[in-house]
């Protein structure tokens, strides 16, 4: 394995928060095309003193915030150099489905262009997510009416305290909204591998509305899959922050559930107000009407296209993305009795 020091983080976290952590842990080997050497990795670390202080396996960094120095070690599969992980054909084969077996750092997005190519249906709503399968197994990831636990068959895991091996069925990784069994024992499981689900026939699922929308306004009547992944493509960057330019975590907070009577009255005060079956509430919409939309707090700032999306207007801490969060946080208690939650991981 490879182990650096006082590592520098800005190029390991999307928001590109400058902080550094006390080790960084690099498993070299592609989990799938050179798994013997990924393994010996493995055992290497298991056999090492990693435990003795604050660890956490990350991904690409795409949902992390880093308020400090990190004082512990993060491990990371893959070299310092990124060359890729490996999918393959492998596995069965039936009359509904193809599986395909991939390695926890394949990229999301990379690996719904290769479902693409292959005419392996189901993912293209998934595109043009950052970060990789494993980390987005752990967030149960989703977007525009899809998410992961909707093609997941199983996850390969290994076992940091016990440094057994185990694999799980959909039902065991007991999935829910950004979450999952991964997330709730965090810092127990190292995902390595990911057997994926995905359809022989194409059945587009085009619910979202703006999806819909989208295709209405392009008199696309039946998509191909392709098209499907272009336009969510198109319609993702079009709100969201380019990556390269600004830093962000995506959407900083999770969509709200509030009880049925709240959700009633709120709809009865502002009829215009988004609301989702199960009482679920669009966050976006209750921060952008408490006025935050557009505006910067320090160097932190929210996205004018996204009110969802918290980003990095140039040099902002950690501190300042949190200080940001709990005054949006305090606003939208006030004005709509709505408590938020962050999807990103407060570090
Ligand atoms: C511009 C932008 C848009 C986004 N849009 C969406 C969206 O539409 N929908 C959505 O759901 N999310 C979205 N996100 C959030 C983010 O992309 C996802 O949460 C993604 O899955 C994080 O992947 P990562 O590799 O960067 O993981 P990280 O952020 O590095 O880690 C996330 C979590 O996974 C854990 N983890 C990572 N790898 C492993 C592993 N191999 N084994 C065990 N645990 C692991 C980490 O400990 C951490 O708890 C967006 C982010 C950005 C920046």
Not at 17 to 42: C, H, K, N, Q, W
Request: glycine letters at 10%.
């Amino acid at each position: 394995m490879e182990i650096y020091d006082n590592y520098s983080l800005k190029g390991l976290n999307t928001f590109g928060i400058d902080v550094r952590a006390r080790r960084v842990i690099f498993l070299r080997g592609s989990t799938l095309d050179e798994p013997f050497r990924f393994m010996y990795d493995v055992e290497e670390l298991l056999k090492s003193d990693f435990r003795q202080a604050p660890y956490m396996v990350i991904g690409e960094g795409s949902n992390l915030v880093f308020t400090k120095d990190y004082e512990g070690t993060l491990i990371k599969i893959g070299e310092a150099v990124f060359h890729g992980d490996g999918s393959s054909r492998r596995g069965d084969n039936d009359v509904h489905y193809r599986y395909l077996t991939v390695g926890a750092r394949m990229l999301t997005d990379e690996m719904v262009r290769i479902s693409v190519g292959y005419k392996y249906y189901g993912m293209e709503n998934l595109s043009a997510i950052p970060g990789n399968i494993g980390a987005a197994v752990v967030q149960n990831v989703g977007a525009y009416g899809v998410e992961m636990k909707d093609i997941v068959e199983t996850v390969d895991a290994i076992d940091l305290m016990s440094g057994g091996q185990r694999s799980f069925t959909a039902e065991e990784c007991a999935f829910g909204y950004r979450t999952s069994l991964f997330k709730q024992q965090a810092g127990r499981w190292l995902i390595w591998r990911v057997k994926l689900r995905l359809n022989k026939e194409f059945r587009p699922i085009l619910t979202y509305k703006a999806l819909a929308d989208e295709l209405q306004r392009r008199g696309i009547g039946e998509p191909t899959q392709q098209q499907v992944r272009d336009i969510v493509t198109e319609l993702r960057w079009s709100k969201l922050p380019r990556p390269e330019e600004y830093g962000s975590a995506g959407s900083f907070f999770k969509n709200p559930v509030v009880d049925e009577v709240l959700a009633t009255n709120l709809k009865k005060e502002y009829p215009d107000m988004p609301l989702y079956p199960g009482n679920k509430l669009s966050a976006g919409w209750l921060i952008d009407r408490a006025g935050w939309k557009g505006r910067t707090l320090g160097h932190a700032g929210v996205w004018p296209k996204q009110a969802l999306v918290l980003y990095n207007a140039g040099g902002c801490t950690g501190q300042e993305v949190v200080d940001l969060a709990q005054a949006i946080k305090k606003d939208v208690k006030q004005k709509f009795g709505v408590t938020l939650e962050p999807e990103a991981i407060i570090i």
